[in-house]
């Protein structure tokens, strides 16, 4: 109950501010705030940024060339367990599941659901037209699809098959396809369109799959719905490990911009989570929506230090800010 009560008492003060320049916007933050540098247990204070967006993919509600690569609905068979329940340690973590006989096994990998083991018939939202984009809208959680009737919707992030994330991009350099400074979202998408008879090879070698859910596009200046249910701010939001970071925290992140030595550095929001983000140094920060911002967080992959910003009476224990 202190936790929340720190933050409502903050929140009501930042209501009070009569005006939002960016003056009385920097007075409120450093008045009510006290910034903690985030580190991991051995104290490495230097993790990892990445970058991620919200892509435009072609589609259509039923199944005809060229949409031919369907996205899913969460099946009925999936089952989420939330640990917190009988261990309260295990806060934000979920186990994903169906039931075998009397059994809780792991549910279907990807390559099981392409290969039509999972019971996903019936679950399809809607058919794109690109293979490798479907899987890439599966990596930045959201999107939008033009559909051939005209309409632009959102597909949103639904749940997920519980397995682990795995790169593609490091088997393919594992492999000997590409080089490292290839391995871009970019780079792998043309490695993709050079060996169309492999890539369901490749996609296979991530057992990740992510379903979705349909929504209005809304405010087309904001993004999708983050882990918190409010719209990503383009360049102000950032998903984070909720294990090390509390959501809706300022966090002030100092990084570069992609393949650059150009300071990024700036107060975000930690607005939504992500499979690939874990540990306390960890950020995936959101460009915003279409090509541009889609150059920009295929290419991100940056060093990074960041303070984790609490209310001042926030009941922290006791360590060097």
Known sequence: ???????????????????????SVRMFFET???????STPEGVTQGLATGYYEPLLRG????????????????????????????????NRRLRGRIEGKRVVPYWSRADIDNGLAPVAGKELLWV??????????????GRVELDSGETIRVNYADQNGHPYQSIGRWLIDHGEIKADQASMQGIKAWARANPARLKELLGQNPSYVFFREQAVGDPALGPLGAQGVALTPERSIAIDPAFIPL?????????????????????????TGGAI?????????????ADAGALAGRM?????????????????????
């Open 1 to 23: 109950m202190r936790f929340q009560a720190s933050w409502r008492n903050v929140c009501a003060e930042g209501a009070k501010i009569a005006q939002k320049d960016d003056i």
């Open 32 to 38: 009510h705030f006290v910034p903690y540098r985030t």
């Open 60 to 91: 259509s509600r039923t199944r005809q060339p060229p949409y031919l690569s369907p996205l899913y609905a969460p099946p009925d068979d999936l089952l989420t367990i939330d640990l917190s329940a009988v261990m309260p340690d295990l806060k």
């Open 129 to 142: 037209n690109d293979p490798i984009e479907a899987f890439f809208l599966e990596v930045q959680g959201s």
């Open 248 to 272: 809706g925290a300022p966090v002030f992140m100092a990084t570069t911009f992609p393949n650059s030595d150009q300071p990024l550095e700036r107060l975000v929001v930690a607005q939504d």
């Open 278 to 290: 874990r540990g306390p140094v960890r950020a995936d920060y959101f460009w915003g929506f279409g």
């Open 301 to 321: 992959r940056q060093s990074l230090k960041m303070w984790v910003l609490l209310p001042k009476d926030f009941p922290v224990p006791s360590r060097q800010p």
